[in-house]
């Protein structure tokens, strides 16, 4: 027996040994008197200081310790700033992680830093980041382009869209091999989650059978099952908003039609880009059976309005100008806008994501039919 204990002493050490972690971080900038701040996320996405540290001579800090409730996401917030810099770095317990970072930001750009380590989810956070850098790089291309040949707009979008499918692509290769490690719950910030649905059911179902009480788990599993309440065949949830003019529209108001939901809002750009074309969509089908219901997520209702009037949205609109905490986009579960939903005359969802020439296309089918 005293012999079991001694074992089951020594095993028990081990495994508290494997939940420590070192993390070295170096910034290129500090700034005097000022800490480095490690940060862990919770569930609910909020940064708890965990420690901080005064660089030294060789402006490098080293955190030291376990990690927290099973380990999960961590920021590294230099110097506590207005605007810092912030990098994320998941543990798991166990690691020797190395960070090498800018360490301020400036007005033109963000701090540039690097990650070393052999862990698993260090490993597979850096391809990603090549992922993301690349479309990234490209986009800070075709957006100059687009400033100097205006007229070179659906070449451009045509680009855009083509290689941020190669990026989903070469994302959903990667997830597979990421097993259980946190990183998988990461990775799915970079998929279209309404159109990858199935592969996220996929990841939860393995996260629910080994860590189903983790605090990154739990909101996942959570939004999972909401998102599934707007999956393509199931009912749109109901929206009733007021209009510009003041009186509250509803969705259900235009049963009978194919429609078109368009969450969008006068501060984003990619949707006020998207606007032409929608238009011309609009134009083309409008009197076949379609109909659009813009959903704006505006906080000012000047905004919301000048914007419908420059753009010459000629479609119904709605908004409780609540921004992202606005009901409709909470009950459609939409993270980034623009966002569409695609609903038949009974106001079941058939498509959704829809945009550019993917929405031509698929309403040309439809109404060829």
């Not at 750009?269 to 813009?294: L, Q, S």
Request: hydrophobic share 45%; charged share 20%.
């Amino acid at each position: 027996m005293k012999q079991l204990l001694v074992i089951l002493g020594v095993c028990l050490t081990f495994l508290g040994q494997a939940q420590e972690f070192e993390l070295t971080v170096r910034a290129n900038q500090v700034v005097p008197q000022k800490k480095v701040f490690l940060e862990w996320i919770n569930g609910r996405g909020q940064a708890i200081k965990v420690d901080s540290l005064l660089p030294n001579a060789q402006k490098q800090v080293v955190f030291k310790g376990k990690v927290l409730d099973q380990g999960g996401f961590y920021l590294l917030n230099f110097f506590d700033i207005p605007n810092p810099q912030k990098v994320l770095v998941i543990l798991e317990g166990g690691e020797r992680v190395f960070v090498q970072a800018e360490g301020i930001n400036t007005p033109e750009k963000a701090g540039s830093f690097q990650i070393q380590s052999d862990a698993p989810n260090i490993v597979y956070m850096n391809q990603l980041f090549a992922l993301t850098n690349t479309l990234q790089a490209k986009v800070a291309v075709w957006t100059k382009e687009l400033q100097d040949k205006p007229g070179e707009q659906a070449r451009i979008q045509a680009a855009f869209e083509t290689a941020q499918q190669e990026q989903f692509a070469k994302i959903k290769a990667l997830i597979p091999s990421m097993g259980t490690h946190l990183v998988a719950l990461w990775a799915t910030n970079f998929l279209p989650a309404e159109k990858e649905l199935a592969l996220l059911e996929e990841i939860g179902e393995r996260f629910r059978k080994v860590k189903p009480t983790h605090p990154q788990v739990k909101p996942f599993l959570e939004n999972l099952k909401r998102l599934k309440g707007v999956s393509i065949g199931s009912e749109a949830p109901e929206i009733a908003l007021p209009t510009p003019a003041g009186p509250i529209m509803r969705l259900s108001d235009l049963r009978g039609k194919y429609v078109l939901i368009d969450f969008w809002a006068s501060w984003c750009g990619p949707c006020r880009r998207e606007n032409p074309n929608v238009i011309k969509t609009y134009a083309a089908y409008k009197d076949k059976g379609f109909e659009i219901f813009g959903v704006s997520l505006d906080q000012e209702k000047s905004a919301w309005i000048n914007a419908i009037a420059k753009d010459q949205l000629t479609w119904p609109h709605v908004s409780d100008l609540q921004y992202w905490n606005s009901v409709a986009a909470q009950a459609y579960q939409v993270s980034s806008i623009p966002m569409t939903f695609l609903l038949d005359p009974q106001g079941k969802v058939i498509a959704k994501g829809l945009r550019g020439d993917s929405l031509n296309q698929y309403l040309a089918n439809l109404f060829s039919k």
